[in-house]
């Protein structure tokens, strides 16, 4: 549109105009004005469209000066022009915008975040999932639509991770970015997982095994020792039952009252790994572990309490700590109690290895690549574990506390 003659108001008047006793207009050209009221100065814009006398807002001034206001009245009549109502126009745009802030990559893996993935790890392990989204995926691809975001981009965000010396946090984070595209299929907001075509690029780091003993010739006295232990008894407890359960630490320690069924014999829970919920059979001898226990912290909150604080479950390096002191640096810890039951069962006492990957948590799949859920081999698995148990029994004698 041209301005010039059309145009009557200047910067200063627009500056010096104030409400007197009640609202007034000030009109500049091209259906430009300048509304006075009480609470300030409104820019309209008044036009025809389809017949009818409309007003379009274009802004407060002083936010929008008068440069700004016939800008914006230019652009909305090159819309008439075309045919566009203004109005019209600005809801779509609106609209747009709103669907963009909900489809962008951050808004769905926040809404992945609250509905699948914290009701399935414990909670610290589901913050830091999301801290480290928050840290590293966000600042670059947050506010790109998810159906936008491509696997170079994704993965200039990975490298730039793994240049950091930490590749393992590069791996988890696309781990990570493939469940939200996935469930970002499953909400019909993207098409494909791009994540899938990263699955090989990243870097590789060297295996650090947790320490473990494996021979049954070493099991009896590591089984003693715990029995003697004469450290806090929610110490004890934890590793007895962890030799019994063979979960893992995170898992363990977290356990929660409301999660065992204790007449029924089951524990339910979700593995730290991101699997699905899983229910646990619990032998005779971890129900008696677990009975023991109410007396020191039920019927509510954490089984294995902190000494350091309530609300606070046992740590990891209380269990570890426990175990070097009982001269088992350096040999075992409290995650090698996995390593120790997979190996004896497997190897020694002949247990079908399906059984012993879905009571380690681990994600067993069919002939047709789907993953079992939570209740297979449940039965199977109760029996095996109570032959476990029985097992370790077996092999504590010899004053059952000490080495």
């Given at each position: ?9 200047s910067?200063v ?8 006793d009640r609202?007034?207009k000030l009109f500049?050209g ?6 006075l009221?009480r609470?300030?100065k ?13 007003l ?6 002083p ?16 819309l ?5 109502d203004p109005?019209?126009h ?6 747009d ?5 909900a489809n962008?990559f ?11 993935h914290r ?6 392990h589901?913050?830091r ?10 600042p670059?691809i ?18 730039q991770?793994e ?8 791996k988890r984070?696309?781990?990570l ?9 499953a ?14 690029t990243l870097?590789?780091t060297?295996?650090q ?10 099991l ?5 020792s715990?029995?003697g232990?004469?450290g806090?008894?929610?110490t ?6 962890a030799s019994?359960?063979f ?34 059979p619990?032998?005779?001898?971890a129900?008696?572990?677990?009975r023991?226990m ?8 954490f089984?294995f ?5 309530k609300g ?6 209380t269990l570890?700590a426990?175990?070097h ?5 350096g040999?075992m810890?409290a995650?090698?109690f996995?390593a120790?039951?997979r190996?004896?069962?497997v190897?020694?006492l002949?247990y079908?290895?399906e059984w012993?990957?879905m009571?380690?948590?681990?994600a067993v ?6 993953a079992?859920?939570r209740?297979t ?7 095996m ?5 029985d097992?370790l029994?077996?092999?504590?004698p010899a ?5």
């Amino acid at each position: 549109m041209s301005r010039g003659s059309k145009d009557k108001l200047s910067a200063v008047t627009v500056r010096a105009a104030a409400y007197r006793d009640r609202p007034f207009k000030l009109f500049d050209g091209g259906g430009l004005f300048l509304h006075l009221q009480r609470a300030g100065k409104y820019w309209r814009l008044k036009y025809r469209f389809g017949g009818k006398e409309k007003l379009f807002a274009l802004g407060v001034y002083p936010e929008v000066g008068l440069k700004d206001a016939r800008q914006a009245r230019d652009e909305a009549r090159q819309l008439l022009a075309a045919g566009i109502d203004p109005s019209a126009h600005r809801q779509v745009q609106k609209a747009d915008q709103v669907a963009a802030a909900a489809n962008s990559f951050e808004a769905v893996a926040r809404e992945w975040w609250q509905k699948v993935h914290r009701g399935r790890v414990v909670s610290d392990h589901a913050d830091r999932n999301l801290r480290r989204l928050e840290i590293h995926v966000f600042p670059a691809i947050g506010n790109m639509p998810i159906r936008e975001v491509t696997a170079r981009q994704l993965l200039a965000v990975l490298r730039q991770v793994e240049r950091g010396g930490v590749v393992e946090t590069a791996k988890r984070l696309r781990m990570l970015c493939g469940q939200v595209f996935r469930y970002g299929i499953a909400t019909e907001r993207v098409e494909r997982d791009v994540a899938a075509d990263l699955k090989d690029t990243l870097g590789t780091t060297e295996v650090q095994h947790h320490p473990a003993l494996v021979n049954p010739a070493d099991l009896g006295p590591l089984l003693r020792s715990i029995e003697g232990y004469g450290g806090q008894p929610t110490t004890r407890a934890a590793l007895r039952l962890a030799s019994i359960l063979f979960v893992r630490p995170g898992e363990l320690r977290t356990a929660r009252w409301e999660d065992f069924r204790l007449d029924a014999g089951e524990w339910d829970y979700c593995p730290t790994k991101g699997g699905d919920p899983m229910i646990t059979p619990l032998p005779r001898q971890a129900v008696a572990i677990v009975r023991d226990m109410e007396l020191l912290s039920g019927p509510e909150g954490f089984v294995f309490r902190s000494l350091r604080g309530k609300g606070r479950p046992l740590s990891v390096n209380t269990l570890n700590a426990a175990l070097h002191q009982m001269g088992y640096q350096g040999l075992m810890t409290a995650h090698g109690f996995r390593a120790m039951a997979r190996t004896v069962l497997v190897e020694r006492l002949s247990y079908p290895v399906e059984w012993v990957e879905m009571q380690l948590g681990h994600a067993v799949r069919d002939a047709n690549g789907r993953a079992y859920n939570r209740t297979t081999y449940l039965e199977q698995r109760r029996e095996m574990l109570q032959a476990w148990a029985d097992y370790l029994d077996g092999l504590r004698p010899a004053g059952q506390g000490g080495v």
